[in-house]
């Protein structure tokens, strides 16, 4: 089956200590999406690749990173993660995306992370 | 800005009841609606969406929502529920133009035997 595949499920990083969470996908869609969702809180778009067109929210922070090699794969880097970093982290896919959010995202399991 | 409200964070129902999830917006320009859901240790997947047309809106399982722009509601609903609709529900918002799409705080429906 067709699918958003995030590894791993669970992370652990020391405070400070860079880390990097993958996401692949068989979709072969055009747009990749990361969230970050806070405990009882609404997931948040972090940014956003259409295609190869990095598209960043105002509001993430520098400490956020993110890189598509390809099609198929996308990443999320946080330099030096604080206490607040601790999160799940979704990612997600769309086939299009243009310039109107009214596909359907498609997404991964999530990884949750956790710092110490 | 947008915003989304989910009014309520838990909704137990018993099985084969009714049951309303709702969800209220804010904003000034026209948007696209969405209701996600997420079952236990699954990503979230797309129940229905809003983009224009009839109001009244299927999707899978069973649900439907209904686009209210001048109370700015898109409130979910079943008929009849099963324990297998016990899952977190998300409202969601976005916008024709920029790039802006916020979920709600999200709803957890647990359905009791």
């Known amino acids: 089956d067709a699918m958003v595949i995030q590894n791993p499920r669970y992370q652990v990083t020391q405070f400070g200590k860079p880390v990097t969470l993958s996401c692949s996908q068989t979709l072969n869609h055009n747009v990749m999406y990361w969230y970050q969702q806070k405990s009882s809180q609404a997931p948040k778009l972090l940014f956003h690749y259409y295609d190869k067109d990095f598209n960043n929210e105002a509001d993430t922070p520098d400490n956020f990173q993110s890189r598509r090699p390809n099609t198929s794969f996308c990443f999320l880097d946080i330099r030096s993660p604080g206490l607040g970093d601790a999160a799940m982290y979704l990612c997600?896919?769309?086939?299009?995306?243009?310039?109107?959010?009214?596909?359907?995202?498609?997404f991964g399991p999530g990884t949750r992370l956790t710092v110490l | 800005a947008q915003s989304v409200t989910q009014l309520d964070s838990q909704v137990p129902v018993f099985e084969e009841a009714p049951v309303e999830l709702r969800c209220n917006y804010s904003s000034s320009v026209s948007v696209y609606l969405f209701w996600y859901v997420q079952y236990p240790n699954q990503g979230l997947q797309l129940l229905l969406k809003y983009l224009s047309g009839s109001t009244l809106v299927k999707g899978i399982n069973g649900f439907e929502a209904e686009f209210n722009k001048s109370q700015t509601s898109f409130h979910l609903r079943k008929p009849s529920v099963h324990i297998s609709d016990t899952a977190e529900y998300f409202c969601a918002v976005s916008r024709n133009t920029g790039n802006q799409f916020y979920f709600g705080t999200g709803t957890s429906l647990t359905v009791i035997p």
């Open positions: 997600a896919t769309s086939r299009d995306g243009s310039t109107s959010w009214t596909d359907t995202q498609y």
